[in-house]
């Protein structure tokens, strides 16, 4: 199957909704976003009622939508999906989004429908996402078969593959509140047919996808995830959470979409085989992503910590070092140049404790510098009193911490750099948008020490398969 | 010596401040911190240049200063610190702060005039808490001996014991954002003297104290510590954040307080062995410190999971049984129940997957008084779509999911709740204030799980050891 094969399911000609409906839910919502995100004209809705809704013609059925039209999202009740199916195969429809529920995930009877429904599909010829999904995102063209929020639909280098409806969805909602913004999102739900490989190679074609996040219950196949993985790591990151850990945990994601999560120890093992980046937990997840979208791959795994509280340095490197990054002393010329500046009282090494002497921007450049440093973890933390009381003398966050941004763009570009800011909120949020998209800025030394330990393990898995 | 040896500490009836100045830093903020607070008839500085500064006068010695006086706070230049405590002796005063830095973690130099300060303070019969710290806290009274922002002045049942200076003092700037408010903070520096036990035994006495959080490099004494924190996690949870873990985290503390952190298996055999709860990192610290000053005691580790994701069901699953939790099936009277009110789609079991089905407020109880649950994580995750749908239709947030805090007090009060909200940071936060100070909300399905293992660890140890 060529991988073009896909196209429809993000750059749709005309979409038929098949139960398009006036009470509240699916059938309500997504009609209203397509028209108002500009898809009025190409969106077909149907219901056996007729009439209209949202101002726009309900077709009675399938077979009266006018062409083109090569995508259909069905939406009506689990029991009639297979009708829907043969009217839409009828149609000349190849692409079938069905985000209807209740199948295999709620026992046998649904079990057995959704046979019939696989069944259905493959005689008609009909490539299927779901059942039990809330399909497509694509923020490029601003179409999506699911209702999603305004601010979510913002253009970005990430892509999502997640096994979850709700899962991806949730994701979209919150992310660009943390800097990350997306390109594709693709909910898999039961996966009858389209799986995680297809979208995984998908999106290895896919210009506009920089990173992609998969959120995992178990593999459809397991050979072919190998093997998909080991393919598209080469060219991109692929950060995956995956559930079903444990046998409760299983047992969870049995009920949920239905699928049968394998032995996690052979999941670890072909993760790290293939160099797909595993993250321990949502936030893992997301803090993995926002290092891979904004920071380049280290060279090697010498973290150089610089930090205004000798505590928080503490944490991040027991952190680095426990998973797979060096914590080592400075090259001579960096102690030099650092002493050349530093007060009496300070203690020149890895992590460089610079206490209070605020001169955060001198310091960074010497330890970014440093030949004998592949990546550096730089941590504020700054009693809020102490900033207050510069602020009243007349002086700027730029004049202590330097123009972030702009002083990025200085620093060796083939090394990664990542802040931490522990402290009151409003001097997160000032130091975060000091920092743009150049740097991501974390609130725990341990979660930026973790997140730079997964770039370097992708770049090293990267490094020796080439 | 007995423990209200401690009092003047946290209660002072007098303060000098030798070392105040008029040039920025701590000889500068700290008098008008206290004066702002109500301490300034209290308080009397000491330079040898006389004069005034913020409209208080300056003593030219500290043995001019007028009773009542029995507490120095010190914020000399290191070299001077023994002459210091020479006139600090001789005007009878018994309890110092020692803040100044530019000792053991600075080297061998400063490592000798420790040890010369230490010794001085030992012939005076002095208790010296530092040097290298910013002293203690208490929110109750308004004493101060560092500067801090207005909000981390509001208190609260938590005690926070930091080996670090920064850390207790970046701490106050944020954990009041995170709903925990403080009663006593004490930061020890290189602890010539008072050390982490003194502190845990007058804290364990301290009747505004519920719960104590510690931030250690290493002990002070390790036999001591053992016995202290045996008998102290009798009456109140203590949890640690230890850093050190890894022979270059340990390096990386010995050039910060000075202090040898030992070896980490034996810490954690302490921690385990006493009842001391070990938080893995600074997030789980907090989250801790969270879920003891809120709930009660699980009776068992049989954790109830109601969540509207599946998805997110299945990543708390996990975590809670890696953490020794169980997630065993409901009561059969409970499945019932459920059965009554759910959607047919719905499939009735442990996690409890609720889908779209926005009767919550409905379930929660059901869950909560199941005899087979010990306690309960409500994971919330709906699309901030459906969310604003729902209001444009006139309906309140109240509606779907109760009125959480007054529902809580009617829910069984022996068993732990915990809601987790993922999504659009303004629905997380309207979510946070329906819940109050009843119910800790949490980001993520992982750190509320942890919590909750946490709060079952010490509860198990407790009811083991009594």
């Not at 896919?206 to 996808?209: E, G, K």
């Not at 219950?217 to 196949?221: I, R, S, V, Y």
């Given at each position: 199957m060529p991988i073009d094969d896909f196209n429809p399911y993000f750059n749709p000609k005309g979409i038929v909704i098949a139960g398009a409906r006036r009470s509240m839910g699916f059938g309500y919502d997504i009609p209203v976003f397509l028209k108002e995100h500009g898809w009025g004209d190409r969106t077909y809705l149907v219901n056996p009622s007729g009439g209209e809704l949202h101002g726009m013609k309900l077709y009675k059925?399938?077979?009266d939508v006018p062409d083109p039209v090569d995508l259909a999202i069905v939406i009506v009740p689990a029991n009639v999906v297979p009708a829907a199916l043969s009217e839409i195969g009828a149609r000349g429809i190849r692409h079938v989004i069905i985000e209807s529920a209740g199948f295999a995930e709620t026992g046998e009877t649904g079990a057995a429908l959704q046979e019939k429904v696989k069944a259905t599909a493959e005689r008609l010829g009909l490539r299927v996402i779901g059942p039990n999904c809330v399909g497509v995102v694509n923020t490029g063209n601003r179409f999506a078969s699911t209702n999603l929020i305004e601010e979510a639909m913002t253009p970005g280098p990430v892509s999502i593959i997640a096994q979850s409806g709700v899962f991806g969805n949730i994701l979209m909602d919150f992310l660009h509140q943390r800097g990350l913004f997306i390109s594709k999102a693709i909910t898999l739900g039961n996966r009858i047919d389209v799986n995680e490989c297809d979208m995984l190679d998908y999106l290895d074609n896919?210009?506009?996808?920089e990173v992609i996040m998969i959120y995992l219950?178990?593999?459809?196949?397991g050979q072919r995830l190998w093997e998909t993985l080991k393919r598209v790591t080469k060219r991109k990151p692929v950060i995956i959470l995956k559930s079903g850990k444990t046998p409760e945990g299983k047992q969870a994601t049995a009920s949920h979409t239905g699928s049968l999560s394998g032995e996690d120890g052979i999941y670890h093992a072909v993760f790290a085989q293939t160099g797909a980046v595993r993250a321990e937990s949502l936030e893992h997840l997301i803090d993995l992503a926002k290092i891979f979208t904004t920071q380049p791959l280290p060279k090697g795994n010498r973290l150089g910590i610089m930090t205004s509280s000798g505590s928080m340095g503490a944490l991040a490197t027991d952190i680095a070092v426990s998973n797979g990054l060096t914590v080592q002393p400075l090259s001579l010329s960096t102690v030099k140049q650092v002493r050349g500046i530093a007060p009496d009282w300070m203690n020149v090494k890895n992590p460089l404790d610079t206490g209070p002497s605020m001169i955060f921007n001198q310091f960074l450049p010497m330890i970014m510098n440093d030949p004998s440093v592949d990546m550096v973890l730089a941590i504020i933390a700054v009693p809020y009193s102490a900033i207050k009381t510069i602020k009243q003398l007349g002086m700027k966050m730029e004049d202590l911490f330097g123009d972030l941004e702009s002083m990025r763009a200085k620093l060796p570009q083939d090394k990664p750099l990542v802040l931490t800011v522990v402290g009151h909120g409003d001097f997160v949020n000032e130091i975060s948008s000091m920092a743009g998209h150049a740097i991501p800025v974390f609130t725990a030394p341990e979660a930026a020490a973790k997140a730079l330990a997964g770039l370097w393990r992708y770049a090293a898995q990267i490094s020796r398969s080439s």
């Open positions: 059925r399938i077979a896919d210009p506009a996808t219950e178990g593999a459809a196949d």
